[in-house]
């Protein structure tokens, strides 16, 4: 979506020696600015619950609202950039996110908190996509390995410093420290940007605005049906006609995106065999395992009665496995394949989810430490070959659209994961404000049905042939982050 192959630039700057060595900090600074965000976020659901006086299950809303805003709009990301400039676009994108954050920090109210939320990821996706786009056009291919490598780090750092440093926030200072975290961050962000971004601008084709409105609005509607945006005592009949009403826009897109020369998501890479396993496999992977963050400090605080600190050093060892797994993850690809490692892993990892569901209060800590970490490792492989499969079989020229989709479609599974999790979770847990005992009951029985769902995803896997994804083990760039 970043630009076509027709597009022609209208400027190159070149980029100083001083801007090339700061980009990559700054790029890096953004993913993890929006990386820390939600990991950070999830180790304080329950204390955030207390304060503004709602069930824990109704932050479901606060997580998947922020994933839902990405989903909307990182596909017009690269459009806008094109059209009004990278620096400005991106130090714009820094600047809603500054102000979201402490929006966010003064909430006294949950409905409140979710559209301060969706401010955020309004910023957020704005940030990371043309950050890297910036990278893209300021560095050589032969420096590009290189540099994204550097600044994919902290998506693997973050998640390891989030639990603890959001249990620390909330022991020891206070929950509204978790947003306002960001704003210092945010305010020298804004003043290096403007310094130091190179500014690249490209014609543009015409915005498919009427694409944006009917794609943005059936997944943010088929969200609330999901009850993304808190509790709701809407009649059976009423939730139906919304669903039908989200489905029937999501059709209309896909109807206008065949017609429309230049569609907001360009289709018709869903033809390619491991671009359609990829993207489709991600989806409803993580169906099953997105809602494992919210899951989790839910089961260790409110069921378990581990301290927030407690819980985030419960959860730490998953980012540790995962940055362990980058070093083998290359060989590994190459000596089984694409196609075996993803059959294989989803099955693992259904199978991780369920014995999570045999924790309870007599659970040796090592026996939790332990399998967070087989966790951890398990997941880092799954995420980082079903995001470089994405890139297997498409052209250059195909790249950038393949990027757009395959994020927009990972952050609607987050959103959608948190959602089903949160949804089984109140399905065995008819009270928000449940004892301790009948947490755990029922978060364990939301952790079996979605372990199954994982199992079950394993079949979009098996369309992928043996060779499939042999050329990208080596020569593409991974996609950051999970």
């Keep these: 979506m970043a630009s076509t192959e027709s597009s022609k630039a209208i400027a190159s700057p070149v980029a100083s020696d001083a801007a090339k060595r700061l980009l990559p900090w700054l790029v890096a600074v953004a993913f993890f600015m929006e990386s820390l965000d939600t990991t950070i976020l999830n180790t304080a659901v329950p204390a955030i619950s207390a304060a503004l006086h709602v069930g824990p299950l109704s932050m479901k809303a606060v997580l998947a609202s922020y994933t839902l805003s990405l989903a909307v709009f990182i596909p017009i990301s690269g459009w806008v950039a094109d059209r009004f400039g990278t620096r400005r676009v991106f130090a714009a994108a820094i600047g809603l996110f500054t102000l ?64 603890i440093a959001g249990g620390l926030i909330v022991g020891y200072l206070h929950w509204r420290f978790i947003f306002f975290l960001n704003i210092p961050i945010g305010l020298i962000g804004l003043v290096l940007v403007y310094l130091h971004l190179p500014d690249y601008r490209e014609e543009t084709h015409p915005l498919d605005v009427v694409g944006l409105i009917l794609f943005g609005s059936g997944i943010a509607l088929l969200s609330y049906v999901l009850e993304v945006f808190g509790e709701h005592t809407l009649s059976a009949r009423e939730i139906s006609g919304m669903l039908v009403l989200s489905l029937s826009l999501l059709a209309g897109y896909w109807l206008h995106a065949k017609s429309f020369p230049y569609p907001l998501l360009q289709l018709s890479l869903f033809k390619i065999r491991t671009f359609r396993a990829a993207v489709s496999g991600s989806f409803f992977t993580r169906l099953g395992i997105g809602g494992v963050p919210f899951l989790l400090p839910l089961l260790y605080q409110v069921g378990l009665g581990f301290t927030p600190v407690q819980s985030g050093l419960l959860i730490m060892p998953q980012a540790l496995a995962a940055m362990s797994m980058k070093m083998i993850m290359p060989r590994l690809l190459a000596t089984i394949g694409y196609r075996w490692v993803l ?15 045999t924790i309870g209060l007599h659970t040796s800590v090592w026996v939790i430490l332990l399998q967070a970490f087989f966790y951890g490792a398990f997941t880092s492989l799954q995420y980082t070959s079903m995001n470089t499969l994405v890139y297997a079989d498409t052209t250059d020229q195909q790249t950038s659209a393949a990027s757009s989709i395959a994020s927009t479609m990972q952050q609607m599974s987050i959103s959608f994961g948190v959602a089903t999790a949160g949804l089984a979770t109140t399905f065995f847990v008819p009270s928000g404000h449940a004892a301790a005992a009948d947490m755990i009951q029922g978060i364990h029985k939301a952790l079996i049905g979605l372990g199954a769902l994982t199992i079950v995803s394993t079949i979009v896997f098996r369309s992928l042939k043996p060779g499939d994804g042999d050329s990208v083990s080596h020569q593409k760039v991974f996609h950051p982050g999970g």
């Design 100 to 163: 979201g954050s402490f929006l966010c920090g003064v909430s006294s109210d949950i409905h409140v908190l979710v559209a301060c939320r969706i401010l955020q990821g309004f910023g957020g996706s704005m940030m990371v996509p043309v950050g890297r786009l910036t990278l893209v056009r300021t560095f050589a291919k032969s420096d590009l390995l290189r540099t994204m490598s550097f600044v994919s780090i902290p998506s693997l750092v973050a998640p390891m410093l989030g639990p």
């Design 343 to 357: 059959i294989s892993n989803t099955i693992i990892l259904g199978l991780l989810l369920l014995l999570f569901a």
